[in-house]
């Protein structure tokens, strides 16, 4: 594992940190812990209720110019731009030692670079922007349909600019290295794609196109301005930079009652209100852990130490063994060519004529973009196992052959490893990513995963023309060697955590189908912690997951700090609407009020509320048709989520298919996807589950 890299996302947004004159021991509806792009997001939706007050500690600085920051590079000085404005500075960002003071330094294994700035990574990385397969909620058994999914990146696609040409002119700049890629790919049949398009990201495989950018008006639109603009001028909401967190105070009950920063400085939770974790994948479980949340092994280590007042405070501990384990990262390998055709853009050396037209010339040019111009995609099975595989091509080579005139990079990704590895406090007491496991190249088959994906794309390169820029030769064995002794870099593609899963019986989840920590009330995961596996690059679904927390967490408040909330529902699923099977309507002001109307009504197993004369429950037999309806809250009976009988008999099964290693999880799995209401399940390929609309007839 090697922490150099070209920093395509480079977050852990951890935060833990404008106005700055927060008074001690206010009190807030909404704490979040963290302002990388899914607290932006959440804390965004969540304060545009005038009612609900919100407040965001960022452990790190202010950072582009909508949140107060003023650190720009001397062409830009008294521009109105930072250097977190401007995409192509991204790269003169990371591994410089002036910007040490934007840099999480509390991760004591590895040197990283991510993100302590208002934005967290979003305001550090290259912008790229993707949006998953719909495949991919079923594929993670995340709590929420794919339909759910694509409503809500929509919906931030309404906040946030995403294009795939960043320079305002409509040109693309430094495309030598896209036309000499693209012809090898076409060459072995791979076909050319609007990326974000919904049939483009709904089959991937042997595709290619022009990368997707969070950019708009040639500047980074990334959450920090996208969100934070918008928010800023709101007396509901308040962002505090600096402000690293220490731990949550909890009750006897599970509830978070006060966040504590800065070594003393506290604020309250009100009596109705949760707290948001988005400090990131390696920065959540930290303050959990800290808070005394977390695996039993973890808790008493600190307790050993000594010195940690959220480990031993009155409330006692919550018992969560999974706080920090499943680490995920991307596996990654930066792969240098050279070719006559190739011109390189060196962004580190600043281009004169580069700068002079971005700055001169209404933000255009090359300076308009940042990193990869060409991302490819590709799956195939590797010793038995699916893999995922993606291209990324730089303008310019790598690490030595960084200023070569006529070398590109091409960082090659294994997207969804197996290797896990579980971050937590050391035996000194020093936080540690990879604590135990080993996330890179952690299992054989990994290895060979990238090995021969590696492989096939030298092939083909220099099949084109390109040579390999390699001391080691280009031959296969040749290239399997250089892979394995180089090991994978940090792709800062970090997730898994403090994953959400809707199956309870699930051993390893940290969080449940409400995105809440299991053993707390009020404390709610809206970061890549949440994500039981990787896709792709995952800045684009941590800010849906931002979106998604904050509908929890207005769900929860709006149920009076759930007081007066009903266990016999499954997750309340916002913005859906069960069409047909209507048996009779009830008023409730609050979707939560119809669970406990529906678990009392005669034949009633689901129900869709609406605001309909103050708040009006549809009570229904069934889910019927599912469609999405903004403002709508659905929800069904936890008695009627059962399975149906298991259709082992089917000979030829149908259906959309998914991976499940029994029946049990197959059943899971059709809970959790919407018009799903059969399946099948086979001993094949390891466990395929088929999810159905209705039933076959068995032959």
């Known amino acids: 594992m090697q922490a150099l890299s070209l920093s395509l996302w480079a977050c852990a947004s951890l935060a833990f940190g404008a106005t700055n004159s927060i008074v001690h021991a206010q009190t807030f509806?909404?704490?979040?812990?963290?302002?990388?792009?899914?607290?932006?997001?959440?804390?965004e939706f969540l304060?545009?209720?005038?009612?609900?007050?919100?407040?965001?500690?960022e452990a790190g600085p202010k950072s582009m110019t909508a949140t107060g920051g003023t650190d720009a590079p001397d062409y830009a000085k008294g521009s109105g731009l930072t250097k977190f404005d401007i995409p192509a500075e991204y790269d003169l960002i990371m591994y410089n030692p002036e910007n040490e003071e934007y840099r999480v330094d509390w991760v004591s294994d590895a040197y990283m670079w991510l993100g302590k700035t208002v934005g967290g990574c979003s305001s550090i990385n290259s912008a790229t922007y993707f949006r998953p397969p719909d495949a991919y909620t079923n594929q993670s058994l995340?709590?929420?349909?794919a339909s759910r999914m694509n409503a809500k990146m929509d919906e931030n696609e309404k906040m946030h600019g995403h294009t795939d040409v960043p320079s305002p002119d409509g040109k693309r700049y430094s495309q030598e290295g896209y036309t000499i890629v693209s012809k090898g790919l076409l060459s072995l049949g791979y076909a050319e794609r609007t990326l974000n398009d919904r049939a483009s990201r709904n089959s991937k495989h042997q595709t290619f196109g022009h990368a997707p950018f969070t950019i708009k008006d040639g500047k980074r639109d990334s959450p920090a301005a996208a969100f934070w603009g918008p928010m800023s001028t709101r007396v509901n909401v308040q962002l505090l930079t600096e402000a690293k967190v220490d731990y949550l105070v909890r009750d006897t009950d599970g509830k978070a009652t006060g966040v504590v920063f800065n070594g003393g400085s506290q604020v309250f939770v009100s009596d109705r209100g949760a707290v948001l974790m988005a400090a990131g994948a390696l920065g959540t479980p930290k303050v959990l852990i800290q808070s005394g949340v977390g695996p039993s092994t973890?808790?008493?280590?600190?307790?050993?130490?000594?010195?940690?007042?959220?480990?031993?405070?009155?409330?006692?501990?919550?018992?969560?063994?999974?706080?920090?384990?499943?680490?995920?990262d991307?596996?990654?390998?930066?792969?240098?060519?050279?070719?006559?055709?190739?011109?390189s853009f060196v962004f580190d050396k600043r281009p004169p004529e580069a700068i002079d037209q971005y700055m001169n010339e209404s933000h255009t040019g090359p300076w308009a973009g940042a990193g990869p111009t060409l991302i490819s995609f590709e799956s195939y099975q590797v010793q038995g196992r699916m893999y995922e595989f993606?291209?990324?091509?730089?303008?310019?080579g790598f690490g030595e052959h960084g200023q070569t005139e006529n070398a590109f990079t091409i960082a090659m990704y294994v997207t969804n490893p197996e290797s896990r590895a579980h971050s937590g406090f050391d035996s000194n007491g020093d936080w540690r990513a990879f604590n135990e496991g080993d996330a890179y190249f952690g299992t054989p088959r990994d290895l060979a995963a990238m090995q021969s994906y590696v492989q096939k794309m030298v092939r083909m390169m220099e099949d084109n023309g390109a040579t390999f820029v390699s001391e080691t030769g280009s031959d296969p064995a040749a290239v399997a060697d250089f892979v394995a002794s180089t090991d994978s870099y940090i792709s800062y593609f970090f997730g898994g955590t403090c994953y959400a899963s809707s199956?309870?019986?699930?051993?390893?989840?940290?969080?449940?189908?409400?995105?809440?920590?299991?053993?707390?009330?009020?404390?709610?995961?809206?970061?890549?912690?949440?994500?039981?596996?990787?896709?792709?690059?995952?800045?684009?679904?941590?800010?849906?997951?931002?979106?998604?927390?904050?509908?929890?967490?207005?769900?929860?408040?709006?149920?009076?700090?759930?007081?007066?909330s009903d266990d016999s529902c499954s997750a309340l699923e916002n913005d859906v609407d069960f069409q047909g099977g209507d048996i009779g309507t009830s008023s409730s002001s609050s979707a939560g009020g119809c669970c406990s109307i529906c678990s009392n009504t005669s034949r009633c197993v689901a129900f869709t509320w609406t605001e309909h004369n103050g708040g009006t429950c549809r009570l229904k037999s069934g889910k019927g048709t599912i469609k999405t309806k903004l403002g709508a809250v659905s929800g069904v009976l936890k008695t009627a989520t059962s399975c149906p009988a298991l259709e082992d008999n089917v000979d030829e099964p149908h259906g959309v298919t998914s991976t499940a290693k029994s029946s049990d999880k197959c059943c899971s799995i059709c809970k959790a996807t919407g018009g799903c209401i059969a399946f099948t399940w086979k001993d094949q390929d390891g466990g395929t589950c088929w999810l159905k609309g209705g039933k076959e007839s068995e032959e």
């Open 142 to 145: 995340w709590p929420f349909p």
């Open 503 to 564: 199956d309870a019986s699930d051993m390893e989840r940290c969080a449940d189908e409400k995105l809440r920590v299991v053993g707390l009330n009020n404390v709610f995961v809206a970061d890549a912690s949440a994500m039981k596996d990787s896709t792709v690059n995952p800045y684009g679904f941590v800010m849906y997951i931002g979106r998604e927390a904050a509908d929890q967490v207005k769900e929860y408040i709006a149920s009076d700090a759930g007081n007066n």
């Open 298 to 328: 973890q808790l008493d280590l600190l307790e050993r130490i000594g010195g940690y007042i959220g480990v031993s405070q009155d409330a006692g501990r919550v018992t969560n063994p999974n706080v920090g384990r499943n680490l995920f």
């Open 390 to 396: 993606q291209s990324n091509v730089h303008t310019h």
């Open 330 to 343: 991307a596996n990654l390998m930066y792969i240098t060519f050279t070719h006559p055709d190739m011109k």
């Open 47 to 57: 304060s545009r209720d005038p009612d609900v007050s919100v407040l965001i500690l």
């Open 29 to 43: 509806d909404v704490i979040v812990v963290g302002s990388g792009p899914g607290g932006l997001v959440a804390a």
